[in-house]
């Protein structure tokens, strides 16, 4: 048997350090109880948080794919509620004129208790009636003098402009000639 060379020996020494340190480190993860559980924990919590995900997308598609289902037979239930919806209105006609008419005794008593008030009313709006009056006839005779004057210069206005287009076209017409 030769002697192994000194510096194969130091390699091999440290690479059997080297493995038993990684064992060592191997088996005090083990037996660390706690930082196991953490990450146990862990993963548990990010597979409930990717199953959750999952589900609301799942959930998702089964609700719109309801939606789709369900509108053809909300469709045939509104067309098939109609019929029963006008048979109840016409059912409830007499109900509804039977209140009209047990309601106008109520209303024309409303009416009658209403009267006094609106008399009162009355009375006391007439002075500023009366003040208005005045002021109101002062305001359409005012109207009445001026419209002729407003008349006038709106016929004025007319015929100006009347004039002036005339004497355009002449003026256009002796050059377009020369």
């Known amino acids: 048997m030769t002697n192994p060379d000194p510096t194969e020996l130091r390699e091999r020494i440290e690479e059997e350090r080297a493995e038993l340190a990684d064992t060592a480190a191997e088996l005090a993860a083990r037996l660390d109880v706690p930082a196991r559980a953490k990450e146990g924990g862990r993963h548990v919590v990010e597979q409930a948080k990717a199953t959750l995900e999952q589900a609301k997308v799942k959930a998702g598609a089964v609700v719109a794919d309801a939606k789709v289902k369900a509108q053809p037979v909300i469709d045939q239930a509104k067309v098939k509620a109609q019929p029963v919806v006008e048979q109840a209105m016409t059912k409830a006609q007499p109900v509804i004129d039977q209140a009209k008419v047990k309601a106008q005794p ?73």
């Open 106 to 178: 109520m209303v024309e008593q409303a009416r009658v208790k209403a009267q006094p008030v609106i008399d009162q009313a009355m009375v006391k709006a007439q002075p500023v009636i009366d003040q208005a009056r005045p002021v109101v006839e002062q305001a359409r005779q005012q109207a009445n003098e001026r419209r002729p004057v407003v008349i006038a210069g709106v016929i004025g206005t007319v015929l100006a402009i009347l004039l002036l287009r005339r004497r355009g076209r002449k003026k256009r017409a002796n050059t377009s000639e020369a």
